[in-house]
Every structure is written in structure tokens, then in C-alpha cells.
């Protein structure tokens, strides 16, 4: 993902002139990047630079004045750290055609889950005394949701991720609600044209 910062500096911008930003002016060194970050990447077909972009700005910024009310992106750090890897890993993974799998593929790369985890429940302590990277991992996410509960959450969209973020918080189910805000976060920032995510 692209960031700009600092993004007060042009506050006419949308997200989508920043794309064309990049592309027109850095077209080569975008490349020079995907080809160099493509020599470590075991698989190809997962693989993605400069597919999404974000503006961010911790406050608008102006002489003598620093509004830090007119924040732009930085409530979205913690959406894009938690929900957006999941929902791209299972458009993914359902393109490669590994339907019901989806989940228990996303699983057996423990690692990639880890991160989305230790933000939500907060229980990095707790993770770091389980034995192995790998069992910690399992046994964290089996013990917050189950498999079929992320891969719902995830999948969700508009008016039923809405509904579902409700539910949530009517039923007190606090994960299942950051969950769905973090996704409701998203479209809304899409929306303001602060975000674009690839479709791939």
C-alpha cells in the first residue's frame, strides 16, 4: 500500500489523483520495487505493490495554527493492520479456488493471522508464553473466534456489515464489534475517497 502524508498540504486531493500521481511520475522506480520484493515473495500469485493507496495526516497544518481535529486516515491504521490483510487473503484464496479451505488455509500460515490477534484482543503477554509461534497462534484464535466466524466477519459487507456490527454491540460481543467497525471503517474511508483498495 502507498501512503501520502501530510496529505493537508493538497487538501483537494482524493485518493484516486494520488494514484494517478504515483503512475505518472514514478511509474519505473514502482516497478524497480515490485521486481525487487518479488525475489523474496514465495508465492507470485499473492503478491501486490502499489494496488492500494491512503492519505493520511495527523492534523491540518497551517502558519501559527495545528488543527488536530481535521485528522485525515489515521483512524485507519488499525483497520488496515487488522481486517484488510484478511479480506485480500481470502479474495485470494477463494481465486485460487480453495472455497470452504479458505479459512484453514489462512490458519496453516499462522504467522499471518498473528499480528491481526495481538491488535484485537490485545493478548500479545499472553501469546508470547504459549509454546511456538505457531501453536500460540492456533490456540489464541480458537479461543476468541471460531473459523467460520472470521471467514463471516470478514466477507461481510454494507448494510449486513452494518447490521452485524449492531448485533454486536447489543449482544456485547466486543471482538465481533472492532471487527465489523474496522470493515465499516473501510468502505466509509472509500467513500471519503481517503482509501482505494485493488479489487484483484
Known amino acids: 500500500m502507498f501512503a501520502l502524508s501530510k496529505c493537508d ?7 484516486q489523483e494520488f494514484q494517478d500521481l504515483v503512475v505518472l511520475k514514478t511509474a519505473h522506480e514502482v516497478d524497480q520495487l515490485r ?31 495545528i488543527e488536530v481535529s481535521q485528522r485525515v486516515g489515521v483512524d485507519l491504521i488499525m483497520p488496515i493492520a487488522s481486517v484488510f490483510p484478511l479480506r485480500r487473503f481470502m479474495r485470494w484464496a477463494e481465486a485460487r479456488n480453495f472455497r470452504g479451505k479458505v479459512v484453514e488455509v489462512l490458519f496453516g500460515r499462522a504467522s499471518a493471522a498473528a499480528g491481526v490477534v495481538a491488535v484485537l484482543v490485545g493478548l500479545v503477554s499472553r501469546a508470547a508464553r504459549l509454546p511456538g509461534p505457531v ?52 468502505e466509509d474511508a472509500e467513500a471519503q475517497n481517503i482509501l482505494l483498495r485493488s479489487r484483484r
Open 9 to 15: 498540504v493538497l487538501p483537494d486531493l482524493k485518493v
Open 135 to 186: 501453536g500460540a497462534i492456533a490456540v489464541l484464535i480458537s479461543s476468541v473466534l471460531s473459523k467460520e466466524a472470521i471467514e463471516k466477519i470478514v466477507k461481510l459487507a454494507g448494510g449486513k456489515l452494518r447490521e452485524a456490527n449492531e448485533d454486536a454491540l447489543e449482544k456485547g460481543d466486543y471482538l465481533r464489534a472492532a471487527l465489523t467497525q474496522f470493515g465499516i471503517d473501510l
Open 35 to 65: 521486481q525487487m520484493l518479488g525475489r523474496i515473495v514465495l508465492d507470485k500469485d499473492a503478491f501486490a505493490v502499489g494496488e492500494d493507496f491512503v492519505l493520511l495526516s495527523s492534523a491540518k497544518f497551517s502558519p501559527g495554527a
